[in-house]
């Protein structure tokens, strides 16, 4: 006899075998969309750093941008699988080179950059300019995940936070002034914690059903 989660299973992966092609499409457009937003809300509030014209050509920010970038790309993947039915856990090997790279900022720093930045409030406008960011990409995720049929809420809601707060750590490296590598791993990082906590107690009350 079919168990009741095994039917919900079912009649999930079949209404969602129809709508992969729009899913994505949904993805795609949140995604641009959420990254126009983190962008303007940088320009428009945060204000890009006074030297950004030199920093392209100098590793910290090759680096920001590098962890950033395929922190995005992967959750981008990871979402999309979160969103389907029954979705598959090797998703999760998208967030591989982000992880390296976290790796690699956190053993290998050459700037010497002070771990707590070089100010007290360096931390903590760091942390919560990202959640700022981060706002515009979490409704937009949400939206995008209820297009699919997610079994698992909570964690879809973990991933769309995740997404978001990458997102909002990619628009984020115009303004940061903290250059070290170790202090982008780990306050970048915390910062898509926290917003990834939201995203799971708001993943289970608002993708059930």
């Known amino acids: 006899m079919t168990s009741t989660d095994d039917l919900i299973r079912s009649l999930a992966s079949a209404a969602g075998a129809g709508r ?5 499409f949904a993805f795609a457009v949140t995604g641009a969309a959420s990254l126009a937003c983190a ?19 100098r590793m910290p920010f090759a ?13 981008s993947v990871v979402a999309l699988y ?8 090797t998703a999760l090997y998208a967030l591989s080179p982000a992880v390296i790279l976290l790796a690699i900022g956190l053993i290998f720093d050459p ?5 707590m930045g070089r100010t007290n409030t360096a931390v903590a406008f760091c942390v919560s300019s990202i959640l700022f960011l981060s706002l515009p990409a979490m409704i937009l995720s949400f939206l995008a995940m209820r297009k699919g ?16 707060a990458s997102v909002g750590a ?20 915390a910062a898509c914690a926290i917003m990834a906590f939201v995203g799971a107690i708001v993943g289970h009350r608002v993708l059930r059903w």
């Open 39 to 57: 962008l303007l809300l940088v320009f428009s509030v945060i204000g890009i750093r006074h030297d950004f014209a030199d920093m392209p050509v």
């Open 20 to 24: 992969s092609a729009s899913l994505r």
């Open 149 to 164: 049929a997610p079994t698992r809420p909570v964690i879809a809601g973990a991933v769309a936070g995740l997404l978001s």
């Open 111 to 115: 700037t010497a950059f002070p771990i």
């Open 82 to 89: 979160a969103a389907t039915p029954g979705a598959s856990p």
């Open 63 to 75: 680096f920001k941008l590098a962890y950033t970038g395929s922190l995005v790309v992967g959750t």
């Open 170 to 189: 990619m628009a984020y490296t115009l303004a940061c002034k903290n250059d070290g590598t170790a202090f982008v791993a780990i306050w970048y990082t």
